[in-house]
């Protein structure tokens, strides 16, 4: 496909319009074709329109295949879903974050535009790219956001991607064979994706869409006054986005894709007071199906307008790429990577300046729910986790990576600045943990592992606690939501208790697991799996877990659908296994001593301290098993012998003196 895209260049002008007329003409035949053999040949066109409009984007026009895709998604259909996303994947610069970056690049993604391109957030083979080259992606990148706003295509996609995510699976067929599932999961992923990468790019500013002039097309819009170059960044928020409670009764879309689009173009955020979410939300009171007496409207909204970006500063991710780019300065293309530095730099003083006023925003929320807060019993706490749960963390929690990490990031947030004293966090962890195997039931395998995300840093949160008792006193030995009565200041959690339920939440989160994975149904099983495989880092740590999971795991082998994915953990459980930590208290605290120099340990760092110093134990058992035999007779007679001769010598030489 790549050379056939390269010879196009030698064809005339009016050529492009009719290779363009048959793009339409073939994108009609296989929409109409739901033969699955047809697929392939769908994905093959969608590869070659994508790496065409890259090209050529100043010859050949996207608008007519974008307004063909509207009207095709309006019937419900998935059909040119795979055209749109390579479409999307090659003029915009994005990569899917599902599964296609590692931890560090994903780190790099909760930073602002400039870090995202520079740690590889936004194409990982643009750093390869000559000069030209990436000046003409950008071109493309820009090209087609203009053309997705003058042309007034960015909220019809947005608004029909949003209620297809919904209702795709409710379309189907109820009596379709177990067999089709897995294919229905993995298109429900696809337009998840799809909806996740268009917002992406239209609600995220390209660092480098600015670098060239605009063409005379642009001019031209500019002219009209329908599009203003340099734009870009507040170019999403004056579409004419419905508020969310007309998204919810009106389009038919859940709470969390109503949010997702009206986040980004809200005139302030956080909305908490009742004016504000009256004026800028509608009614949400009217709209929402839980309890308000118990979870308030305040809490709801405070954390459904909040961005990743507004409580997490990914401070050494910043400090890397300035270094990269310092380095790269001083190796060659001095210009572009001074300009990359100052970027950055600017990046890096703008996201703490919003991050700090954020914080005090946040400070002044907590004093509004002080004022506003009344006595509740310990049984209208625990439904306010459950609630908190089910309306808030597991909906948002699977509809992308990076809301999966800002909901850690909120749970965190929530306990260390106390922003709600009669919220129980250790009940919230704890039911995290234990009814983890419950939320998965229904899930597709994207959102799974973002489950297997989140649940990562939650676990990696505890286990900082755990493993160093300062911390745990500083953050957690005062705090509200470690009390057994959040009433009582009394009543915290001592260190050597959470000691004992941190074991308690390990053992019981590897229950419900094994629970899944022995249960039959093949989609848990898989779920499970794939939670595992993005907890493997921290869980499981003790022996017990170990082979609890492993012996559940041995057995889906013999699947033909799980078995890959079954061996592959299996593997990494066995060679866990050495490393693993017998004894709770004495070893962890053991472990914890050798790692010196760190305010926080994370597992590899203590499994490694672990395994080393059980190491050195055997090695010195080994050598010196005779000295720890308890002494024999003749061993008592010789060391007496040695006494003796030691004290004549030591006469000798003093009556010498």
Known sequence: IGCIVEMLRFLPGIAYDVLVYQILLQMAKLSENPDPGAIHMVTNLGSFVGQFYKKYHNLADVVPVLNFIVRHLRTGSTAT????????????????????INDEQLEAHTGGPMLCYYAGGYAELLRSQSTVQEKSTFRASRKLRVRLFENKLAQPLLLLLAQLRGKYLLQQDPDIPESNLPQLAEEQDKIGAAFNMLLQYLTTPHPKEEWDKPDKTQQQDNEDGRFEEGNYNTAYSSLPMPKFTELVTDFGMSPAVAFALVRHSLKKRPIYHDEDIEAQLGPVKDVVTFDTDILNLHLYCLFWTLELHDIHVPQNKYQEAIKKAEKEAKTGKVAKAENDTMLLNEETKHHKETHSKMKLNLGKFKDFELKRQSKISNGESTRKVWLMIQECILPRCIMSTLDAIFCAKFVETLHKQCLVTTFSTINLLSNLTTHVASWIVCLTEYESKRVGKFMSMIIELLLQWRTDEKLYTAECGNAPGFRNHYNDPTSGIQYHTYKRAHYKLHLHLAKALEKGLRSGEPLLSRNCLYVLSSIQKVFPLHKTNIKLLADAVSELKTSPTLRTIAET??????????HAIDQEDKDVTGAQKKVVGKAKPDAKQLLRSH???KKRANEGDEKDTKTDAPPTKKAKDHKSQIRAMHAKTVAAETAKK
């Open 81 to 100: 879903l795979p055209i749109f996303s390579e479409i999307m994947k090659n003029m915009s610069c994005m990569q899917d974050l599902e599964g296609q």
């Open 569 to 578: 953990y299996h593997n990494q459980l066995q060679r866990r296994q050495p």
């Open 611 to 613: 395994w080393e110093s």
